[in-house]
């Protein structure tokens, strides 16, 4: 006998599953025992007739079938999440803004001023979403997004928040080490280069007449945050923005080896669709709150 439609609880046992591979750690996460985690998946693939996973002791592999099952139920569930705390929050005459930013920006900047804006909109609920890359098209589904680029994306307002002004950084032990004490010392010294901004060394030897430079030459890292502690670790001279790592400076686990920052096109932009500020009161308040930190103005 066929068993029953996928109900909430089973997809979300198989969706925290996917996420962790592991059904400890998903029981874990949902409040139940392992136990009844692997009976909501077998209920799935019983209904299905076919494996979601590939059980390997207590390690899990997403088969084909189950791989396309999560990419098509993730997102629904999400949005019934998101659904159910925006109705949660207009019922107390409050507002649910989804916003994706880039990892850095969120953990360095955005996080530890945050408390200051709920404070001030104790009616806005923010939930994050995963950040657009490069080429990703702005959702429907998003309310606003922290991007980084030219401020040039097709059908959203753009507005400049920081990250054009970039400085070089190393950890103390890797300037005396590479006796850093000239900038043509550089030439000749490891760097590290953020992928999404390669072009940046390019720039900055061509500003400071470095030509034999091998601009292009160093490791690549996806994320500024992993750029920060690959520097720190003294693995080499990193170009970052500024705005990113004064609390890094001020403790001293970076230093700037000399003063020979450069200006950049790209920066951290914050975009929304055109109509989105008029129809959402709580975006307003965070737009005018983001932009007035960043311009050195509180609320």
């Given at each position: 006998m066929k068993h029953h439609y996928p109900n909430m609880a089973e997809l979300l046992a198989f969706t925290i599953s996917a996420k962790h591979l592991n059904f400890s750690h998903a029981a874990r996460e949902l409040g139940h025992t392992p136990s009844a985690i692997s009976r909501q998946i077998a209920n799935l693939e019983s209904f299905f007739g076919a494996d979601l996973f590939i059980r390997n002791g207590r390690q899990l592999t997403l088969t084909r079938s189950g791989a396309l099952y999560l990419s098509r139920v993730a997102a629904p569930l999400r949005d019934i999440g998101n659904a159910s705390v925006e109705l949660l929050a207009a019922r107390g005459e409050g507002e649910l803004l989804t916003i994706a930013?880039?990892?850095?920006?969120?953990?360095?900047?955005?996080?530890?001023?945050?408390?200051?804006f709920l404070a001030a909109a104790p009616g806005v609920t923010l939930s994050f979403a995963r950040h657009l890359a490069h080429g990703?098209?702005?959702g429907q589904d998003l309310d606003a997004a922290i991007r980084y680029g030219d401020g040039k994306w097709e059908g959203v307002i753009s507005e400049y928040i920081d990250g054009r002004r970039f400085v070089v950084v190393c950890a103390p032990d890797f300037r005396d080490r590479f006796r850093l004490r000239r900038i043509e010392a550089v030439i000749d010294a490891p760097r590290l280069i953020h992928s999404q901004a390669e072009n940046a060394w390019v720039d900055w030897a061509r500003r400071y007449g470095l030509h034999r430079m091998?601009?292009?030459?160093?490791?690549?890292?996806?994320?500024?945050?992993?750029?920060?502690?690959a520097a720190q670790a003294g693995l080499g001279l990193a170009l970052i923005p500024a705005f990113l790592i004064a609390d890094n400076l001020a403790a001293g686990s970076l230093v700037e080896p000399f003063d020979a920052g450069i200006d950049v096109d790209d920066g951290h932009y914050l975009c929304y669709l055109p109509d989105r500020l008029a129809l959402r009161p709580?975006?307003?308040?965070?737009?005018?709150?983001?932009?007035g930190e960043a311009h050195g103005n509180r609320l």
């Open positions: 930013s880039v990892p850095t920006f969120t953990s360095k900047w955005l996080a530890p001023r945050l408390p200051a990703d098209a702005f091998h601009a292009m030459a160093g490791p690549r890292f996806e994320q500024y945050a992993i750029l920060i502690q709580g975006l307003r308040r965070f737009r005018d709150w983001l932009i």
